[in-house]
T-cell receptor, first 110, second 116 residues
Framework: GQQVMQIPQYQHVQEGEDFTTYCNSS?????IQWYKQRPGGHPVFLIQ?????EVKKQKRLTFQFGEAKKNSSLHITATQTTDVGTYFCAGSNTGNQFYFGTGTSLTVIP | NAGVTQTPKFRVLKTGQSMTLLCAQD?????MYWYRQDPGMGLRLIHY???????AKGEVPDGYNVSRLKKQNFLLGLESAAPSQTSVYFC???????????????FGAGSRLTVL
């Protein structure tokens, strides 16, 4: 079956440092989505990427979709304490089923 | 407020007991999903539905059943609970993203189930 791997599992950074999480799929994806889950909360949609090589930005967050549409990354510039949470990628090749990565838990040390 | 509502939020069961988790959405979404979340495992798809009266298996369907009798509701049932089913369960519904053909998932607050 489809597998979506995400690394690292945990990341601790000093406030102001950058952070990157990587997502890799065993199969080619039609689209990939990113979600953020705050501690004790539920996943909240951040962004969707559909085109090969696509790059999207949301303020300090930069999302990329690989040329082969099998990998993606999320980069946060100058982390803040409000960035704390777990970041999940979710890949799909049908548009209906989404397979989530294992998530990267981000801790920001003030 | 529009969204996805899950009930109950917490439940403790004994091994062998049965229960049903209810998910309700008021966004007129066609697609609904049940995921379970375990430490280090991310979110794993249990069952999903692409419309009223339809259901399909996800990655980890064993031990669970679902029903979608009404478009706004998606029920997850455990017929004989086992300790391995201790988890946080999330329901999600799918609305159209800007690109037709792909869903954006809206999640409920989660239901924490403990099986003793």
């Amino acid at each position: 079956g489809q597998q979506v791997m995400q690394i690292p599992q945990y990341q601790h950074v000093q406030e102001g440092e950058d952070f990157t999480t990587y997502c890799n799929s065993s199969t080619t994806l039609s689209n990939i989505q990113w979600y953020k889950q705050r501690p004790g909360g539920h996943p909240v949609f951040l962004i969707q990427l559909v085109k090969s090589g696509e790059v999207k930005k949301q303020k300090r967050l930069t999302f990329q979709f690989g040329e082969a549409k099998k990998n993606s990354s999320l980069h946060i510039t100058a982390t803040q304490t409000t960035d704390v949470g777990t970041y999940f990628c979710a890949g799909s090749n049908t548009g209906n089923q989404f397979y989530f990565g294992t998530g990267t838990s981000l801790t920001v040390i003030p | 407020n529009a969204g996805v509502t899950q009930t109950p939020k917490f439940r403790v069961l004994k091994t062998g007991q049965s229960m049903t988790l209810l998910c309700a959405q008021d966004m007129n979404h066609e697609y609904m999903y049940w995921y379970r979340q375990d430490p280090g495992m991310g979110l794993r798809l249990i069952h999903y539905s692409v419309g009223e009266g339809t259901t399909a298996k996800g990655e980890v369907p064993d031990g669970y059943n679902v029903s979608r009798l009404k478009k706004q509701n998606f029920l997850l049932g455990l017929e004989s609970a086992a300790p391995s089913q201790t988890s946080v369960y999330f329901c999600a519904s799918g609305g159209w993203a800007l690109m037709p053909g792909a869903n954006v998932l809206t999640f409920g607050a989660g239901s924490r189930l403990t099986v003793l």
